[in-house]
Every structure is written in C-alpha cells, then in structure tokens.
C-alpha cells in the first residue's frame, strides 16, 4: 500500500523560505512525484513535478521561486520554497504516480499525501 507523508509546513514571514517534505512508502515502481497546492475555497492547482528520471516541470505560481528535488534513497521528494507570498499559503500536497505524458495534472497520480499547511503572514 502507497502512502505519502508530508511534513515541513509552518508559518512563515513574506519574503521568507520554507522546505516541505514528503516521504513515500509501499511503491513497487519509480514514481514520478508532484506537488500541488489549494488555498481556502480555491481548486487544487498545480505547482512542481519530478519524473522518475529527473525531469522537472513547474507551475507558474512557481518559476523562479521553487525549487523540486528528490532523493531516491530516502524516498523524499522535496520542494524548496523562497521569496514566499501571502498567496502561496494553502494545503500542500504530495502526489505519486505510475508515470504520464502529462504531469502538470491531479488525474495523472494514483496516490496522495494528506497535506502540510504552509501560511505566509506577518
């Protein structure tokens, strides 16, 4: 059984950086990995991906500012936040999947995280 823990979300000042963090358990195969994100009475939205063989996709919400990294011998995905904005905070989620054409959506991943709460607020 896949399970996908998140952990690392926390208040934070705007400008600030925050790392959140997610460790996967019982897959069978290399997934490729993703990170997506709601805020309060918002849709899930993307935000960054990493394929199983390193390549890494970005949101716009996330250019220039995020940064996705895993590593496979701990089973951790990583997203790496900087110059945070009050409209970043909402619910991140990890997600894994089997491999798809298309990463950048939530139907492309079988197995999900239950969440980390990120605010950004002074």
């Known amino acids: 059984q896949v399970q996908l823990v998140e952990s690392g979300g926390g208040l934070v000042q705007p400008g600030g950086s925050l790392r959140v963090s997610c460790v996967g358990s019982?897959?069978?195969?290399?997934?490729?990995f993703a990170w997506f994100r709601q805020a309060p009475g918002q849709e899930r939205e993307f935000v960054a991906a990493?394929?199983?063989?390193?390549?890494?996709w970005y949101g716009d919400v996330a250019k220039g500012r995020f940064t996705i990294a895993r590593d496979d011998a701990k089973n951790t995905v990583y997203l790496h936040m900087n110059r945070l904005k009050p409209e970043d905070t909402g619910v991140y989620y990890c997600?894994?999947?089997?491999?798809?054409?298309?990463?950048?959506?939530?139907?492309?991943?079988?197995?999900w995280g239950q969440g980390t709460q990120v605010t950004v607020s002074s």
């Open positions: 019982g897959y069978t195969f290399r997934p490729d």
């Open positions: 990493i394929t199983s063989s390193g390549g890494t």
């Open positions: 997600a894994a999947g089997r491999g798809s054409n298309i990463v950048t959506t939530i139907g492309s991943y079988d197995y």
